[in-house]
T-cell receptor, first 114, second 113 residues
Framework: GESVGLHLPTLSVQEGDNSIINCAYS??????FIWYKQESGKGPQFIID?????DKRQGQRVTVLLNKTVKHLSLQIAATQPGDSAVYFC?????????????FGTGTLLAVQP | ETGVTQTPRHLVMGMTNKKSLKCEQH?????MYWYKQSAKKPLELMFV???????ENNSVPSRFSPECPNSSHLFLHLHTLQPEDSALYLC????????????FGSGTRLTVV
């Protein structure tokens, strides 16, 4: 079946360090992936996306890596700040039918220690 | 603001009450979604509307009744809820076509007493 899951439910890092959040997906036909950030009391917010014709994409302090061979997605956050503390979700796009369907992972809690 | 607005932000209701959650977007999207988010659980997809037609209902109890009067508005009507229905209810919108992310609202925190 289809699934998107995270290796680490909780990640604790020191302020200033780099963070890496991992995600495994099982549908090899998926060709669009997204990372969301959800802060306490808010809805998930788009961080960065990547399409399957790429293996790396960079944003401001964030980088997403896609390894289609092992069906693995990761989010790297450089110089992690207290404001980065949140739950991070990966999602894959399933082009099933006529709808735009995203399948979400369970989420990883990133805790930044001062 | 994300462009998807949900009201109210917080709602406390008794099990015999009837209430409605509202979602509004002016992003030009033509698909809208309701999700339930409970503590320490993944996002649960409840309903999907595409071009104002319900295209997915993930075995949601009939005490939850969605309504999509136009492509910009989505409602979730609630009646005779149970305490276990207490959760964060998130609305999202997107283009109908695949290959795009969803834009989420801030959610309605629902408590059933």
């Amino acid at each position: 079946g289809e699934s998107v899951g995270l290796h680490l439910p909780t990640l604790s890092v020191q302020e200033g360090d780099n963070s890496i959040i991992n995600c495994a997906y099982s549908n090899s036909a998926s060709d669009y992936f997204i990372w969301y950030k959800q802060e306490s009391g808010k809805g998930p917010q788009f961080i960065i996306d990547i399409r399957s014709n790429m293996d790396k994409r960079q944003g401001q302090r964030v980088t997403v890596l896609l390894n289609k061979t092992v069906k693995h997605l990761s989010l790297q956050i450089a110089a992690t700040q207290p404001g980065d503390s949140a739950v991070y979700f990966c999602a894959e796009n399933n082009y099933g039918g006529a709808t735009n369907k995203l399948i979400f992972g369970t989420g990883t809690l990133l805790a930044v220690q001062p | 603001e994300t462009g998807v607005t949900q009201t109210p932000r917080h709602l406390v209701m008794g099990m015999t009450n009837k209430k409605s959650l509202k979602c509004e977007q002016h992003l030009g999207h033509n698909a809208m979604y309701w999700y339930k988010q409970s503590a320490k659980k993944p996002l649960e997809l409840m309903f999907v509307y595409s071009l104002e037609e319900r295209v997915e209902n993930n075995s949601v109890p009939s005490r939850f009744s969605p309504e999509c009067p136009n492509s910009s508005h989505l409602f979730l009507h609630l009646h005779t809820l149970q305490p276990e229905d207490s959760a964060l209810y998130l609305c999202a919108s997107s283009p109908q076509e695949g290959g795009y992310g969803y834009t989420f609202g801030s959610g309605t925190r629902l408590t059933v007493v």
